[in-house]
């Protein structure tokens, strides 16, 4: 724990790197309570299981439809300021909520809430692309690392925090108005940051068309063998484990006869597991390839998946999952550090939202199906099918990133950390 505490220490020298992790600590609580408290107004306003889920498909859609656009003006603008706007629309577009009152402007939630969702889309390809110009190639690993491991935390902080607040307060007018304060201060934090693009960052781009653009970073990922394996295998992992998120709760409440209460614990020894793994990765970080962490983290999720079909208790599965998640944030840590590190500066948002929407699009078809085949052949047999896609997802990255072959080293315009910024 003490190398991992110095590892911190060292990235929070850089204080660049402190003012985004600021900016991502604030703004995943607002995320994640914006999404909480949407949901408590939606059902206190309809009371239906149909409304929620025309809430879920207006959250869930943008990322679809606008991922890979999002990606385009992420490489055409400045990052810091596209963060800025993103942070600073969302605080308006949830301001807007607090005014709905009436089951009648249900319809108006969901036209604000999909708003938000796109806006958002900007946001993480911005902050992933931005990264490496702050921190350095060397430190790449542990920043996304540090970066995972927050994401979870204060995620889980805003949901907490949105359940009590929600539970507590008749109007949640107050809990919208501290979202949206979340998000002004994100974007505050992100107008500290001192570095600034290069004057011919992505000059050769400009009059270029839009969809041009979008070409070149598919053109990207498809004459790049690492990267052809990088999405491959986050596809087909989230091909499987898109269903183990649909059917956790099936499976603690039929499978496993338990209360629907106990799902906050079982979910919170998973991050427990991811926060353990968060801390692991930034100590090893200088040592071990982001590839072999991508393929072992695959391989040991599916193992884990496939043995929760074989469990015969609740503490089985709490103990499986915190290994889930030591094995999730490697993946998750992995695969971006790749991105980051095989793409050119002025592609790096382009490719990082191509490879998220697909991501994305293979989860829905798997979350689609998830019910249907356990209709099918059964909760626990899902599980078993699922875990074994998620296997062959990293055995397929082994081949791809297989032991000898030569990572090619990123072709970036990135200014590394001046020496004053390695100031605290």
């Not at 309809?46 to 943008?62: C, E, H, N, R």
């Not at 708003?115 to 958002?120: K, L, Q």
């Not at 995620?155 to 107050?174: D, M």
């Not at 940051?193 to 009059?207: F, L, Q, T």
Request: charged share 10%; net charge negative.
């Amino acid at each position: 724990m003490t190398a991992a505490s110095a590892g911190l220490r060292q990235l929070l020298a850089v204080r660049d790197f402190r003012r985004l992790w600021l900016a991502q600590i604030v703004s995943d609580i607002g995320d994640s309570l914006t999404f909480v408290t949407l949901l408590f107004l939606v059902q206190r306003l309809t009371g239906s299981t149909v409304a929620l889920a025309g809430l879920g498909i207006a959250l869930t859609v943008p990322s679809l439809l606008f991922g890979v656009l999002s990606g385009v003006f992420v490489d055409r603008w400045d990052r810091r300021k596209v963060m800025i706007v993103s942070d600073f629309a969302r605080g308006v577009v949830v301001l807007g909520l607090v005014f709905i009152q009436s089951g009648d402007l249900v319809w108006l939630i969901y036209i604000l809430a999909f708003i938000h969702a796109a806006v958002g889309t900007l946001f993480d390809p911005a902050k992933s692309a931005l990264l490496p110009a702050l921190v350095g190639k060397e430190n790449l690993l542990a920043a996304n690392s540090v970066s995972q491991t927050s994401e979870t935390i204060f995620a889980l902080v805003g949901t907490a925090l949105g359940g009590v607040l929600a539970a507590s307060l008749a109007n949640l007018g107050p809990v919208f108005v501290l979202d949206a304060a979340t998000f002004f201060a994100s974007a505050f934090f992100i107008s500290r940051i001192a570095h600034r693009p290069s004057a011919d960052v992505n000059a050769d781009i400009e009059g270029a068309g839009v969809w041009a653009e979008m070409m070149d970073g598919f053109r990207v990922i498809t004459s790049s063998r690492p990267l052809i394996g990088v999405l491959m295998a986050a596809a087909i992992a989230m091909l499987g484990l898109g269903a183990v998120n649909v059917l956790m709760v099936p499976l603690i409440v039929d499978e496993l006869s338990v209360s629907a209460s106990w799902f906050g614990l079982i979910q919170g020894s998973q991050v427990i597991g991811m926060v353990l793994a968060g801390a692991i990765v930034a100590v090893i970080a200088a040592k071990v390839r982001a590839s072999t962490l991508l393929v072992g983290g695959l391989i040991l999720v599916g193992v884990m998946i496939t043995a929760v079909a074989r469990i015969s208790s609740v503490w089985q599965l709490m103990i499986i999952l915190v290994f889930v998640g030591l094995a999730v944030v490697p993946v998750g840590v992995a695969a971006g550090t790749l991105v980051q590190t095989l793409v050119p500066d002025e592609l790096r948002g382009r490719v990082g939202a191509s490879m998220e929407t697909a991501t994305s699009g293979a989860t829905v078809i798997s979350m689609g199906f998830a019910g249907v085949l356990a209709a099918g052949i059964g909760t626990r047999n899902v599980f078993t099918v699922s875990g074994a896609i998620t296997i062959v997802a990293g055995v397929a990255a082994w081949f791809v990133f297989r032991p000898g072959d030569e990572m090619p080293e990123p072709e970036t315009t990135d200014a590394q950390p001046a020496p004053d910024e390695l100031q605290s």
